[in-house]
């Protein structure tokens, strides 16, 4: 039976649109759509972001993911995607402990991706309700950090120099946008206190050796599935070289905000926290100066992802600029506090 539990009307448009869609992707398995129950994981629906995915469960028992991406609208950039997360599941060695979801099937004109089901919870959800211990999470930050450590080691892995150019350009750019005005930010003073930080700190890391590993592209915790004895890493976007604290920061970083206390005056990732990821994670040491530059970097691409008037922002981005703006006030104005 083809039905999902709960109906909030504010995403109809996206589920109608993947129910829609469903039975053309489940007869390509030559198998009935009938035969499947539809539950949401999660969705995410924003101006310019519509993505839906599902849990699929076969009356045998049998259980998969679905994912549906409504907006944008670009049948190329999903096929890339599908295509990247499945070269990683290609390259990631096989253990019990550490996976990469096993991609199934593309459908890229419906812009939907099948994906075998990965029991347990994403760690977002399992830090939040099953885990608010403080050592118990730094536990869960280490086997993220070892995660990533197999995932950057299964590919490309070269020793590099760091180049800063390309952040300081793009901020330097990004602050003249907002001097006029074809982009605005929230708490804008803060904002350009952290461009002004990262300029300030750059010449401490122009051509430090670090690695350069293949991106996961979007590594927040959420996109780590835990049952208690795997952790598997789902929604790899990316195939580009880059510097290893790309992936590192944006997790960190999103980890902090949420489950931390605010750090130090003139830090953004708290000592003991470095210290339970780098415990996992070793291709590089928790004094990479590219990793510690990056976290500042970090923090300002979050910012940028939140829309400057409140009307604006989802619950989601609402609690991310109110979980940020103390990480960023330590961080960039350590005198100020």
Same mark, same amino acid.
């Given at each position: 039976m083809n039905t999902f539990q709960n109906n909030p009307k504010e995403i109809m448009s996206l589920r109608e649109s993947l129910v829609l869609r469903w039975p053309e992707v489940v007869h390509r398995l030559n198998m009935d759509p009938d035969d499947w129950k539809l539950e949401e994981v999660s969705h995410r629906e924003e101006a310019r972001v519509a993505r839906i995915v599902v849990r699929a469960t076969r009356e045998n028992g049998t259980r998969l993911t679905l994912k549906h991406e409504l907006r944008p609208w670009d049948?190329?950039?999903?096929?890339?995607?599908? &295509?990247?997360?499945? &070269? &990683?599941?290609?390259?990631?060695?096989?253990?019990?402990?550490?996976?990469?979801?096993?991609?199934?099937?593309?459908?890229?004109? *419906?812009?939907?991706?099948?994906?075998?089901?990965?029991?347990?919870?994403?760690?977002?959800?399992?830090?939040?309700?099953?885990?608010?211990?403080?050592?118990? *999470?730094?536990?869960?930050?280490? &086997?993220?950090?070892?995660?990533?450590?197999?995932?950057?080691?299964?590919?490309? $892995?070269? #020793?590099?120099?760091?180049?800063?150019?390309?952040?300081?350009?793009?901020?330097? $750019?990004?602050?003249?946008?907002?001097?006029?005005?074809?982009?605005?930010?929230?708490?804008?003073a803060l904002f350009l206190d952290g461009i002004s930080k990262i300029e300030k700190i750059a010449k401490d890391v122009t051509d430090v050796e670090t690695y350069g590993c293949v991106q996961h592209g979007d590594f927040h915790i959420g996109n780590l599935i835990w049952d208690g004895t795997c952790m598997t890493g789902i929604d790899i976007s990316a195939k580009h070289v880059a510097p290893v604290g790309y992936d590192i920061c944006q997790f960190l970083v999103d980890f902090v905000r949420r489950f931390w206390k605010a750090p130090e005056a003139g830090q953004v990732i708290p000592p003991e926290v470095l210290d339970a990821f780098f415990a996992g994670y070793t291709l590089v040491g #928790?004094?990479?100066?590219?990793?510690?530059?990056?976290?500042?970097?970090?923090?300002?691409?979050?910012?940028? *992802?939140?829309?400057?008037?409140? $009307?604006?922002? $989802?619950?989601? #981005?609402?609690?991310?600029?109110k979980q940020l703006r103390p990480i960023a006030k330590r961080a960039f104005c350590p005198t100020s506090i």
């Open positions: 049948s190329d950039q999903f096929s890339h995607q599908y &295509a990247c997360h499945n &070269a &990683a599941f290609a390259a990631y060695p096989k253990s019990d402990e550490f996976a990469v979801s096993r991609p199934i099937l593309l459908d890229a004109d *419906q812009q939907c991706a099948l994906f075998e089901y990965a029991e347990g919870k994403n760690l977002k959800d399992h830090l939040t309700f099953l885990c608010n211990n403080p050592d118990a *999470q730094l536990k869960l930050v280490e &086997a993220a950090g070892r995660w990533l450590d197999i995932f950057h080691r299964s590919r490309i $892995t070269e #020793k590099r120099r760091y180049n800063v150019s390309w952040s300081l350009n793009r901020f330097g $750019t990004i602050r003249c946008d907002l001097g006029d005005g074809r982009i605005e930010v929230p708490a804008r #928790k004094d990479d100066p590219s990793v510690w530059f990056l976290s500042f970097v970090q923090v300002l691409e979050s910012w940028l *992802q939140i829309p400057k008037n409140q $009307t604006d922002r $989802t619950k989601a #981005k609402q609690l991310s600029i």
